[in-house]
């Protein structure tokens, strides 16, 4: 296990990895479910505390006063209305669903195979409870499905490598999590010339509301207005963030912010006593003492696609800006509480294997991982197909790997398949030698070749 | 990677592991798909080319000559009748989709999460066609999911090993797959008095049929009615077996063979002249050069429960009789050509990781696996945070494992961290000593201290 890895608690848990998920991008999913059973009630019970619009209100912890009327306006009991503004939430909503792999299940149970890591994991940790010590640093390497268009390094499901710290609520968390990221590159052969790190944190976006006053409730709203900027016209955008509530000043002011790709001038526009800025000063600081300020830079744009971060968001990019982003994480201080747990800071970050793969290829960077078995056994004689079974027990049971040639074959196929397979050395058991308890052995690369005792082989 | 595995091919393919299967236990499902899309031609195709009965299919390639009338009693094109017969059938076929996670994609595929791996790896092998010598000796570890009732080592999904030889007819593959296993449970400790393997061939239940004149197309029925016999009373078994067909003498007869635990006594009754026990003859004394005689034993009961095995079969338990099989496998001849692929020669086993937990827990052969980590990196002063993730960097630029304390904590809490997280040192970054360039190292098994410069700490 590389040094990255073994540094950081790897819990082998197929209950971990295996199960399906139940949250879309961009929105924490009420009623959807587990496949572990165990995991229903308390889930299910903890989205409804949060009447499923948990991803909206983490933000806004304290209540907001509703304009509750003397009249009961409430639907009967049990059902619901849904309001324009309501209705095109579901539809969006229900829009993301399908963007999943979901099913009933046998008993009617709402099953998505998971499109990310992260719920899970947070599932895992409110589970565990107190028996676990803060922080955890743990990593996963697990299987995660989307119904997406194919498009290149995009497929429909992919490897995820994730790694998350909880209880750690000081930025010194991103900075390490950004610095084994930045390890793993190095090791590869990705140097700062080839990708990048785009910096914010999702409390920028939420001073400038702050600023124009606008509820905090219509965070997540604009969080994931924001998330399209770069797909949709810009017009469409502004239109979108002025339905959501926003006067033109505060869009103007808000579009202005997303704009800035320096530090200073965030700091100028936001004043130097708010979160955001000394948590980018600090991160940046840091990285400097990890020894990678060259692969960093701060960029206001970014926000992230995933309704959960609460702070620092970041994402890796190829310089050459032909690939999708390599890998994203972030701060989510407020998901394990949303899912019913106690209030635990944790950030974390997912690297899939599919847009790394295209950049090594495209750098010429994929390694030489050919096959090599250190032996090739085989029998002269139809007979010996036993004899040569116990020669490949006997190299077996001192560590060495085998192949064995299971049927009579003639030798210049032997010779083509260890060539084919890398084989260091190929044995032979022939009727002369086996009488006196002795193989051919020959060296491929050399060609060097000796008789020896079986049990002298090595 | 153990030698058993690397003298194995082993290809890393995303895709090799990663699709959902089409295929239910005990049948092979003419109209599932698969989540990749390119292969869902190929496989649609093949399966209306055997109309979705090429399980049972599989063992009677010789047409069937049809009673044909000149009058066209086919319902209209396209559209299918059930009589009773067909009904039962969908009944049954339908019944065992539901033991699946089956689901409809947004493309209106059905798609089901893969119950085992060896339907993959058969599509991989078709899609490789010629590309590919062989034999192919590959392994695989995937995870596989099946909606059951979750019972002592049966959970609704797991993870499998999977080991299959492509390419080679004898049975030498069959000892080499079955010598495999046992390498496996030698490193960790499983000896042949915990476990044993049965071992049949699915020929045996061939050549009773056809002594008795019972037509080869019912073979498949037939299976599948045996594979219950140790779930259903004998009575509803013999019954089943009666409405398949057989008569009264042709089921006692099977019966009786069925319970046969010689090899020897089986020889009496079949003759020496078929091929069942002459490939059980040859894999037992396979299996004394191998040198696991005392592992394995003949009994005729084993049929297995997968509808594709058209030879040897076989399953490990253990001599305790307290778990379910721990691993089982055997010969599939015709599957990949009932796919539409070339007629070539399979065999290949599954092994679950749940069952063999339970028995090594038993056996109290759980290794211990404690977590492990080379350094804890620790600032003496929250301004020192820096500089301990410089000592962070520096450790992990040379190989080293590192755990950085990412928080200003009292000592007392390091030490009790470093305990936990099994650290073999500890060092200490403070002021005094940062200024001189040097780090303080804590050697944790010994209490041995000393300081040191930063560069010179391997």
Same mark, same amino acid.
């Given at each position: 296990?590389?040094?990255?890895?073994?540094?950081?608690?790897?819990?082998?848990? =197929?209950?971990?990895?295996?199960?399906? &998920?139940?949250?879309?991008?961009?929105?924490?999913?009420?009623?959807?479910?587990?496949?572990?059973?165990? &995991?229903?009630?308390?889930?299910?019970?903890?989205?409804?505390?949060?009447?499923?619009?948990?991803?909206?209100?983490?933000?806004? =912890?304290?209540?907001?006063?509703?304009?509750?009327?003397?009249?009961? !306006?409430?639907?009967?009991?049990?059902?619901?209305?849904?309001?324009?503004?309501?209705?095109?939430?579901?539809?969006?909503?229900?829009?993301?669903?399908?963007?999943?792999?979901?099913?009933?299940?046998?008993?009617?149970?709402?099953?998505?195979?998971? =499109?990310?890591?992260?719920?899970?994991?947070?599932?895992?940790?409110?589970?565990?409870?107190?028996?676990?010590?803060?922080?955890?640093?743990?990593?996963?390497?697990?299987?995660?499905?989307?119904?997406?268009?194919?498009?290149?390094?995009?497929?429909?499901?992919?490897?995820?490598?994730?790694?998350?710290?909880?209880?750690?609520?000081?930025?010194?968390?991103?900075?390490?999590?950004?610095?084994?990221?930045?390890?793993?590159?190095?090791?590869?052969?990705?140097?700062?010339?080839? !990708?990048?790190?785009? /910096?914010?944190?999702?409390?920028?976006?939420?001073?400038?509301?702050?600023?124009?006053?606008?509820?905090?409730?219509?965070?997540?709203?604009?969080?994931?207005?924001?998330?399209? /900027?770069?797909?949709?016209?810009?017009?469409?955008?502004?239109?979108?963030?002025?339905?959501?509530?926003?006067?033109?000043?505060?869009?103007?002011?808000?579009?202005?912010?997303?704009?800035?790709?320096?530090?200073?001038?965030?700091?100028?526009?936001?004043?130097?006593?708010?979160?955001?800025?000394?948590?980018?000063?600090?991160?940046? &600081?840091?990285?400097?003492?990890?020894?990678?300020?060259?692969?960093?830079?701060?960029?206001?744009?970014?926000?992230?696609?995933?309704?959960?971060?609460?702070?620092?968001?970041?994402?890796?990019?190829?310089?050459?800006?032909?690939?999708?982003?390599?890998?994203?994480?972030?701060?989510?201080?407020?998901?394990?509480?949303?899912?019913?747990?106690?209030?635990?800071?944790?950030?974390?970050?997912?690297?899939?294997?599919?847009?790394?793969?295209?950049?090594?290829?495209?750098?010429?960077?994929?390694?030489?991982?050919?096959?090599?078995?250190?032996?090739?056994?085989?029998?002269?004689?139809?007979?010996?197909?036993?004899?040569?079974?116990?020669?490949?027990?006997?190299?077996?049971?001192?560590?060495?790997? !085998?192949?064995?040639?299971?049927?009579?074959?003639?030798?210049?196929?032997?010779?083509?398949?260890?060539?084919?397979?890398?084989?260091?050395?190929?044995?032979?058991?022939?009727?002369?030698?086996?009488?006196?308890?002795? !193989?051919?052995?020959?060296?491929? &690369?050399?060609?060097?070749?000796?008789?020896?005792?079986?049990?002298?082989?090595?």
């Amino acid at each position: 296990m590389p040094a990255i890895h073994s540094s950081l608690s790897f819990y082998m848990k =197929p209950l971990f990895l295996s199960n399906s &998920s139940l949250f879309p991008r961009k929105f924490t999913v009420p009623k959807e479910y587990l496949l572990n059973p165990r &995991s229903l009630c308390a889930l299910s019970s903890a989205s409804n505390q949060n009447g499923g619009r948990s991803g909206a209100r983490s933000l806004s =912890p304290s209540p907001v006063s509703d304009d509750l009327q003397k009249i009961d !306006v409430n639907p009967p009991k049990g059902t619901r209305d849904f309001p324009p503004e309501d209705m095109r939430l579901r539809n969006w909503l229900f829009h993301n669903f399908q963007e999943l792999y979901c099913f009933e299940d046998r008993g009617n149970r709402r099953v998505a195979l998971r =499109p990310e890591l992260t719920p899970s994991l947070a599932r895992l940790v409110i589970q565990k409870g107190k028996s676990v010590s803060l922080p955890l640093k743990w990593f996963a390497v697990g299987q995660c499905w989307r119904y997406e268009r194919m498009t290149r390094g995009r497929r429909r499901e992919h490897y995820q490598w994730n790694m998350d710290i909880i209880g750690v609520p000081a930025v010194t968390a991103e900075a390490e999590l950004i610095s084994s990221i930045i390890t793993f590159f190095k090791r590869i052969g990705i140097t700062a010339s080839d !990708v990048g790190f785009r /910096i914010s944190s999702r409390k920028v976006l939420q001073e400038v509301l702050r600023c124009h006053s606008i509820p905090e409730h219509l965070f997540g709203k604009v969080c994931v207005i924001i998330d399209k /900027i770069e797909k949709l016209p810009l017009d469409v955008i502004k239109n979108d963030l002025k339905s959501a509530g926003m006067s033109e000043a505060a869009i103007e002011e808000l579009l202005r912010v997303l704009s800035i790709k320096s530090l200073t001038e965030l700091e100028e526009i936001l004043g130097g006593a708010g979160e955001a800025v000394a948590d980018l000063k600090l991160l940046f &600081s840091l990285a400097e003492k990890f020894g990678y300020s060259d692969w960093i830079q701060f960029d206001a744009s970014v926000v992230r696609g995933l309704a959960y971060y609460t702070g620092i968001v970041f994402e890796c990019f190829d310089r050459d800006g032909k690939l999708r982003a390599i890998c994203g994480g972030g701060r989510y201080d407020q998901l394990l509480s949303t899912f019913g747990g106690d209030d635990i800071p944790a950030c974390g970050f997912g690297f899939g294997d599919a847009v790394i793969l295209e950049l090594l290829k495209e750098k010429g960077l994929l390694p030489p991982l050919n096959h090599q078995v250190e032996n090739i056994v085989c029998a002269l004689d139809h007979n010996l197909q036993g004899a040569a079974s116990m020669v490949a027990t006997t190299l077996r049971g001192k560590g060495q790997s !085998v192949d064995l040639v299971l049927e009579s074959k003639p030798l210049k196929w032997v010779f083509k398949r260890a060539a084919r397979i890398n084989a260091q050395r190929l044995i032979l058991v022939g009727t002369t030698e086996w009488q006196k308890g002795m !193989v051919g052995v020959k060296i491929l &690369s050399s060609g060097e070749q000796y008789e020896i005792k079986l049990d002298k082989l090595e």
